[in-house]
């Protein structure tokens, strides 16, 4: 049955905030490694409270009108169980900073439908721990993400700098490279001491400059990078890239029905199998550890998960102190993710 539709979108209030968004570079050949501040517009941020105060494309989304957005989430220990405060998108023309302690969950709920969309990607850093607080505490499935996390390792791979699979650069680090903004982002640091001072940090309102801005920055770069990153990206990357966006986004979101109510993964394009020589399926697998075995399955010093990761082409994550705990998440291509489940097995048997 058709949902309702959201009310008429009005127009958000005379901001009180600006910043600057990059603009999207022309085309790789002409910028080489310009730095982002060289080529700016300023754009309004909008603190948003109520869902009419969001564009309407967004909260109807259409095949007739796809978007890309900066996406991004602030808030305390967010997971399952922390406090979503903020969920912040970049628009081309704007920044909006959903408040979700001042609109509650009807506020967060009205975005449901454009998180789940195909017709909106959304370019985060990293959206695991965002995608397991959207669905714990709101039941939303993000969907359709750009993880700049995991374009940024691609590149790498495609241009020969071999990686491990879960050699991961931060968001500040891929700031700081050349090839995408080449910016120093040193106020990120200053938002991190503030945050051990104070965890409380993003529930405090009104919102003050510093929280808006600090929220602003952590998505006014993404489209930028995400130009500058499609540019670079093979057919086989584009497909990697999909797929494991999707694996991320379920990775801490495990639930009793093996993903069955979440959308399917991308299909391997028949242009990649053509030659028979295509990827092979991706896979996330979560396995059980015995309650209180976590710290020998890891290992001293993370040896054995080390070891494990030496061994095999996969993704290692645990939940760490957000949780969940007691288990393990494999992400990877079959073979190599079944061959991490026997050696955890193996280790969890010799205990």
């Known amino acids: 049955m058709a949902s309702s539709s959201p009310p008429p979108s009005s127009p958000p209030s005379s901001p009180s905030f600006l910043t600057h968004l990059p603009l999207h570079p022309p085309s790789s050949s002409d910028q080489g490694e310009k730095r982002v501040e060289e080529d700016e517009s300023r754009v309004p941020i909008h603190i948003v409270t109520a869902a009419s105060q969001l564009p309407v494309e967004f909260l109807e989304p259409s095949p007739q009108s796809k978007l890309v957005i900066g996406f991004d989430c602030e808030g305390v220990d967010l997971c399952r169980k922390g406090t ?61 993400v750009v993880d700049t996390q995991i374009a940024y390792s691609l590149i790498e791979d495609q241009e020969g700098r071999t990686r491990l699979r879960d050699d991961y650069i931060s968001f500040v680090g891929l700031l700081a490279d050349p090839r995408y903004c080449g910016i120093s982002y040193v106020e990120k640091e200053e938002v991190r001491d503030l945050l051990r001072q104070d965890p409380q940090f993003w529930t405090h309102r009104p919102l003050s400059e510093l929280m808006v801005r600090a929220a602003a920055d952590d998505v006014r770069f993404l489209l930028y990078i995400y130009h500058q990153m499609m540019e670079k990206l093979n057919e086989r990357s584009l497909w990697y890239l999909a797929v494991r966006g999707a694996l991320y986004c379920r990775c801490f979101c495990v639930n009793s029905n093996d993903f069955a109510d979440w959308p399917s993964l991308p299909s391997i394009p ?40 030496a061994s095999c082409n996969a993704e290692i994550h645990t939940g760490g102190p957000k949780g969940p705990p007691d288990k393990v998440f494999i992400i990877g291509p079959v073979r190599e993710v079944r061959k991490a489940e026997a050696m955890f097995r193996g280790r969890i048997l010799d205990m």
Request: charged letters at 25%; a negative charge; aromatic letters at 6%.
């Open 84 to 144: 979503l405060c903020i969920m912040q998108l970049a628009f081309p023309d704007a920044v909006y900073l959903v408040d979700a302690i001042e609109g509650g969950e009807e506020l967060i709920k009205a975005c449901k439908h454009a998180l789940e969309s195909n017709y909106i990607t959304k370019v985060i850093h990293d959206c695991k721990r965002d995608s397991e607080a959207l669905f714990f505490q709101f039941g939303i499935k993000l969907n359709n």
């Open 270 to 309: 028949d242009s990649l199998n053509a030659d028979g020589n295509g990827p092979e399926e991706e896979i996330l697998s979560v396995l059980d550890v015995p309650p209180g075995k976590m710290g020998r399955v890891i290992g001293k010093r993370g040896a054995t998960i080390l070891s494990i990761k």
